[in-house]
């Protein structure tokens, strides 16, 4: 089973224009509401994409009701830890005339030490039977920095993790060795300390995470070349050429998804990859995020490159 859990889903308001002006008066020509935000992205597309899932989030007030509802019309196997503060509500703007993509982020309110407790103990039962698990999303305000590594500790020994997460969250992880962490190039920047203005910083910050523990190191950078490190090997990975892109909004997350369905599927980690990016680049052509198929992703695998990078 492949275990997702997080404490900050979102309950997501997709709105499309013909035309967007900031400073005007905009009518949408579409308006979506959906579960959305890392961890029920990540439960819906290892949903999408067949197997055994359960995933574990935090909800609260009408609009954690909204994503409970929306899971489960979904299918996505929930164990959804009931809190006092409501579900944070965040936006989408898709402007089709430019097919540029604005995203209105509500922070996740803090969360009270009681119901970290009862998610942490609901993580440990359904963390039993995980072979792996995605734990992802930043923490809500006043969360320790070491949750995850707290999460991972509890968890089964034998459990294979990917992290997407960033900054003290990720860093009190590695020594507890994760398979893969994912953050995107953005996030790198902000968990380290040093500009990431160069090709070589780049590969230096990752390495830097490989050398704190963890074992490989996924870099995406929006829709074009991915970063792969381990201790003794480097690789680019390139994405097919995107014709239409419909909504870009949890691409990331479906990276995510991707790389732990293969691992469990029986792929190393490198095909693991080539899968994961797959998946982020089907989400491209989906309105709702994380609406994957499995034989399109098999498909666009076969076109994705992988090439070895140079020390």
């Known amino acids: 089973m492949i275990l997702a859990a997080g404490l900050t889903p979102a309950w997501q308001q997709i709105l499309a224009f013909d035309q967007f002006a900031t400073g005007e008066v905009n009518r949408a020509s579409e308006a979506h509401w959906c579960a959305s935000g890392k961890v029920a992205n990540v439960g819906i597309a290892l949903t999408r994409l067949g197997g055994p899932t359960r995933t574990v989030c935090a909800v609260g007030g009408r609009s954690g009701e909204a994503i409970r509802s929306d899971l489960d019309r979904l299918g996505v196997s929930t164990r959804a830890i009931e809190v006092a503060a409501p579900t944070r509500v965040c936006t989408t703007i898709l402007d089709r005339s430019t097919e540029r993509t604005t995203e209105l982020v509500e922070n996740a309110a803090p969360i009270s030490a009681a119901e970290l407790e009862s998610f942490h103990a609901a993580w440990s039962e359904e963390a039993r039977g995980a072979t792996h698990a995605v734990l992802c999303g930043s923490l809500p305000a006043g969360t320790p920095a070491d949750f995850y590594r707290r999460l991972m500790s509890t968890g089964n020994r034998e459990t294979q993790y990917i992290l997407d997460c960033r900054g003290a969250e990720l860093l009190e992880a590695l020594p507890l060795h994760p398979l893969v962490v994912k953050p995107n190039l953005e996030e790198l920047g902000r968990t380290g300390t040093a500009p990431l203005d160069t090709e070589a910083s780049i590969w230096s910050a990752m390495r830097g995470l490989n050398e704190r523990g963890a074992e490989w190191v996924v870099i995406s ?22 014709e239409v892109v419909v909504n870009p909004i949890g691409c990331g997350d479906c990276l995510a998804a991707g790389i732990a369905w293969r691992l469990r599927d029986g792929g190393d980690v490198i095909d693991a990859v080539r899968f994961g990016v797959a998946a982020a680049f089907d989400n491209l052509g989906q309105l709702l995020p994380a609406r994957l198929d499995i034989d399109r992703v098999r498909e666009i695998a076969a076109r994705v490159s992988v090439e070895r990078a140079g020390e």
């Open 221 to 242: 950078q929006g829709g074009g070349l991915l970063r792969v490190s381990s201790r003794t090997e480097r690789y680019r990975v390139t994405p097919p050429r995107a």
